[in-house]
T-cell receptor, first 112, second 116 residues
Framework: QKEVEQDPGPLSVPEGAIVSLNCTYS??????FMWYRQYSRKGPELLMY????GNKEDGRFTAQVDKSSKYISLFIRDSQPSDSATYLC????????????FGKGTRLSVIA | EPEVTQTPSHQVTQMGQEVILRCVPI?????FYWYRQILGQKVEFLVS????????KSEIFDDQFSVERPDGSNFTLKIRSTKLEDSAMYFC??????????????FGEGSRLTVL
């Protein structure tokens, strides 16, 4: 079983839609969960960071972590064409300086 | 806004040649990383570097790879004898603290390496 699974899409939605992006993982040691946005030919850019279980909201973005199900989500409200990008989930365990393990990324297109 | 800068943006090389990819991390950051992304694949960890030494490396980071911080500002990745499968986008990243604690890893725009 792969450590982090993420549906690669592509996912195409109309402007204004609510977008739900998800990852599952197998390593119960993961404690830190991140979502990165990557535009074409650019480096990943941190969007959201969550420690352990729970929700975190930042503007139009909400990150959810359910450690019991080993499932994390990113919700984008009122999606905009500028949200069109690849969204990468990433996670790490709690031992010091542990490398990030990334999902494959979901390609999102928001159509005006 | 401070950023991680990488050079070159694209390098084409022949198999067996040595390649050096350069990075200038954000100036007050202490932890430095190299990740790579083969086309269509996941971003993969290669190596982390702190206090002038490697703190962790993946199984990808074999004897053909080395890292160096030669002058206190640059952070380089050297591939001694490139193979076709080294073709990928290489991302440098830096953080002010351990990325496992903050998640605030700042990535450069990447160096695309093509090995022919």
């Amino acid at each position: 079983q792969k450590e982090v699974e993420q549906d690669p899409g592509p996912l195409s939605v109309p402007e204004g839609a609510i977008v739900s992006l998800n990852c599952t993982y197998s390593n119960s040691a993961f404690q830190y969960f991140m979502w990165y946005r990557q535009y074409s030919r650019k480096g990943p850019e941190l969007l959201m960071y969550t420690y352990s279980s729970g929700n975190k909201e930042d503007g139009r973005f909400t990150a959810q972590v359910d450690k019991s199900s080993k499932y994390i989500s990113l919700f984008i409200r009122d999606s905009q064409p500028s949200d069109s990008a690849t969204y990468l989930c990433a996670m790490s365990a709690n031992s010091g300086n542990t490398p990030l393990v990334f999902g494959k990324g979901t390609r999102l297109s928001v159509i005006a | 806004e401070p950023e991680v800068t990488q050079t070159p943006s694209h390098q084409v090389t022949q198999m067996g040649q040595e390649v050096i990819l350069r990075c200038v991390p954000i100036s007050n950051h202490l932890y430095f990383y190299w990740y790579r992304q083969i086309l269509g694949q996941k971003v993969e960890f290669l190596v982390s570097f702190y206090n002038n030494e490697i703190s962790e490396k993946s199984e990808i980071f074999d004897d053909q790879f080395s890292v160096e911080r030669p002058d206190g500002s640059n952070f380089t990745l050297k591939i001694r004898s490139t193979k076709l499968e080294d073709s990928a986008m290489y991302f440098c990243a830096s953080s002010i603290r351990d990325s496992a604690n903050t998640g605030e890893l700042f990535f450069g725009e990447g160096s695309r390496l093509t090995v022919l």
